[in-house]
């Protein structure tokens, strides 16, 4: 009989780069897998996530939350577009746009989004520590490199 706590042990040990750590993170949610999603963030209490519209929620607990009430409906189909990416020795920061579709009380739904995903480097490997999402529009999901006249 196989130990699940050993394949997830055997899957964390798979996210050795920050890209790895990203594409099991996306994956979770293609998959509604609560377990793997959680196994990509860091084991930390200031681990902090931002869902589009909502609040920060903050700690292992709420994150862990957080994504179950995204999974309520079942998985989430996510199509990440243009990743930017800034990386040191031990931290990654990736800035995405997103192609999200999920079943809600109201069926299929299509969302973009704009998100930002910050990785540390542990003893662990590469783990997520932030993902925050704001809700965009189609027309967000190519990149604007040139200066706009409104920040804010």
């Known amino acids: 009989m196989n130990d699940p706590r050993a394949s997830k042990k055997s899957q964390a040990a798979l996210m ?8 099991s993170f996306y994956e979770a949610m293609q998959q509604g897998d609560l377990d793997r999603m959680m196994a990509t963030w860091a084991d930390d209490e200031e681990i902090a996530c931002v869902h589009p519209g909502g609040p920060r929620v ?15 409906h079942g998985p989430v189909q996510v199509h990440v577009h243009h990743v930017r990416r800034f990386e040191t020795a031990v931290c990654a920061v990736h800035h995405v746009t997103e192609r999200v579709q999920a079943m809600t009380d109201k069926g299929l739904q299509t ?16 783990r997520m520590v932030a993902h925050h999402a704001s809700a965009g529009l189609p027309q967000d999901l190519p990149d604007i490199t040139a200066s706009q006249a409104t920040l804010h």
């Not at 050795?16 to 594409?23: G, K, L, M, V």
């Not at 903050?58 to 939350?65: D, S």
């Not at 989004?113 to 490997?125: K, L, P």
């Open 16 to 23: 050795s780069t920050a890209d790895e750590t990203e594409a």
């Open 58 to 72: 903050v700690g292992t607990v709420a994150v862990r939350a957080g994504f179950e009430a995204v999974f309520h």
């Open 111 to 126: 969302a973009y989004v704009i998100a930002t995903n910050v990785f540390v480097r542990s003893n662990q490997g590469w």
